[in-house]
């Protein structure tokens, strides 16, 4: 529950957030927001967050023990996102500071990214977009075949409510697909142990969350199971998958072709995460990479801003706070 007798709390937004989730936070409290496109680097953003009382956060943020002690009048982050793995669950709670996300507002537009990064690989799209640009278009010509989609096999490793919108998505492709995840079930597709899944797959695509067990789970070992010019699609967490030993399976053309919308040097979780993506890994043809638009979405940004600043409001108003881990 909220303190119902604080006044006008101070709530510090970290990102640029959609003027409707401002207004929201208004209506309630003091507001001190970050209006530009950058996040404040962690030293400015400690300084502007030490009187605050709540925090609108996003995927850039970091939010760990020290950040509390820094923080003493914290009481509750409202998360514009769906993954928490970047926040200290066991230190806000032990502070007693509340933690709210947005659980379903980004699973259909980053399983509609997933499937059309899945297509843009798979039929070179990048490639051909540069030749025609090139001016080396003259008509019809046999080059850049690809790989489709229908009659393919895929295997969707992790089965929450973005691998089960990613099966939907694919079913209507006429997909032969199977899954890795212990505790879940689909109807249509094919439950597989990890090492089989990997060795079936003519697409690998990944939706699992990240955390300790899954750290890094498509390594070298789990690259070198893959059929050999199988394609490889994440859009969930960056560190799912060693970047390094993708970018040699990709020069050593055993992997097909790697997409993806996140990256190891995201996830603040991981104190040796990377600071850049291996040159190798932009520089390889066979790739094609978005800067994390998985739910880049006007509309959809929208509705997360304001369910993330709807929570911070019910919990200052000393209601439950929707989304509270």
Same mark, same amino acid.
């Given at each position: =529950?909220?303190?119902?007798?604080?006044?006008?709390?101070?709530?510090?937004?970290?990102?640029?957030?959609?003027?409707?989730?401002?207004?929201?936070?208004?209506?309630?409290?003091?507001?001190?927001?970050?209006?530009?496109?950058?996040?404040?680097?962690?030293e400015e953003l400690l300084?502007?967050? /030490?009187?605050?009382?709540?925090?609108?956060?996003? =995927? !850039?943020?970091?939010?760990?023990? &020290?950040?509390?002690?820094?923080?003493?009048?914290?009481?509750?982050?409202?998360?514009?996102?769906?993954?928490?793995?970047?926040?200290?669950?066991?230190?806000?709670?032990?502070?007693?500071?509340?933690?709210?996300?947005?659980?379903?507002?980004?699973? *259909?537009?980053?399983?509609?990214?997933?499937?059309?990064?899945?297509?843009?690989?798979?039929?070179?799209?990048?490639?051909?977009?540069?030749?025609?640009?090139?001016?080396?278009?003259?008509?019809?010509?046999?080059?850049?075949?690809?790989?489709?989609?229908?009659?393919?096999?895929?295997?969707?490793?992790?089965?929450?409510?973005?691998?089960?919108?990613?099966?939907?998505?694919?079913?209507? @492709?006429?997909?032969?697909?199977?899954?890795?995840?212990?505790? *879940?079930?689909?109807?249509?597709? !094919? #439950?597989?142990?990890?090492?089989?899944?990997?060795?079936?797959s003519d697409w690998v695509?990944?939706?699992?969350?990240?955390?300790?067990?899954?750290?890094?789970?498509?390594?070298?070992?789990?690259?070198?199971? =893959?059929?050999?010019?199988?394609?490889?699609?994440?859009?969930?967490?960056?560190?799912?998958?060693?970047?390094?030993?993708?970018?040699?399976?990709?020069?050593?053309?055993?992997?097909?072709?790697?997409?993806?919308?996140? @990256?190891?040097?995201?996830?603040?979780?991981?104190? &040796?995460?990377?600071?850049?993506?291996?040159?190798?890994?932009?520089?390889?043809?066979?790739?094609?990479?978005?800067?994390?638009?998985?739910s880049a979405v006007v509309?959809?940004?929208?509705?997360? #801003?304001?369910?993330? /600043?709807?929570?911070? /409001?019910? @919990?200052?108003?000393?209601?439950? =706070?929707?989304?509270?881990?």
């Amino acid at each position: =529950m909220g303190d119902t007798c604080m006044k006008e709390p101070l709530i510090v937004v970290t990102n640029q957030a959609h003027p409707d989730a401002l207004a929201v936070l208004a209506g309630f409290a003091r507001v001190e927001a970050n209006a530009g496109e950058a996040p404040w680097p962690r030293e400015e953003l400690l300084r502007r967050a /030490a009187a605050a009382d709540g925090l609108l956060a996003f =995927m !850039t943020d970091h939010v760990d023990a &020290d950040f509390l002690a820094r923080t003493p009048r914290l009481r509750a982050i409202g998360c514009a996102l769906k993954g928490a793995d970047n926040f200290d669950l066991a230190a806000c709670r032990a502070r007693g500071v509340a933690v709210a996300v947005v659980p379903d507002l980004l699973t *259909a537009p980053t399983a509609e990214l997933a499937v059309g990064l899945m297509i843009g690989l798979g039929r070179h799209i990048l490639a051909g977009d540069a030749l025609l640009r090139g001016g080396g278009f003259a008509g019809w010509r046999p080059v850049l075949f690809g790989a489709g989609l229908e009659g393919s096999r895929v295997g969707i490793i992790g089965m929450g409510a973005v691998g089960r919108a990613i099966a939907r998505r694919l079913a209507g @492709f006429g997909c032969d697909l199977g899954f890795h995840d212990p505790e *879940a079930t689909l109807d249509g597709a !094919t #439950a597989l142990a990890l090492p089989e899944l990997l060795s079936a797959s003519d697409w690998v695509v990944l939706a699992a969350p990240l955390n300790a067990a899954t750290l890094h789970m498509i390594d070298a070992k789990a690259l070198a199971l =893959m059929r050999p010019g199988a394609l490889l699609v994440n859009c969930a967490r960056g560190s799912l998958v060693d970047e390094a030993a993708v970018a040699q399976a990709l020069l050593a053309g055993r992997l097909g072709g790697y997409a993806a919308d996140v @990256f190891e040097l995201e996830d603040w979780a991981r104190a &040796d995460r990377p600071a850049d993506i291996p040159p190798a890994l932009l520089a390889h043809p066979r790739t094609l990479f978005t800067p994390h638009l998985g739910s880049a979405v006007v509309e959809v940004r929208r509705r997360i #801003a304001v369910q993330a /600043a709807t929570a911070l /409001a019910e @919990f200052f108003a000393g209601r439950p =706070m929707p989304g509270r881990l």
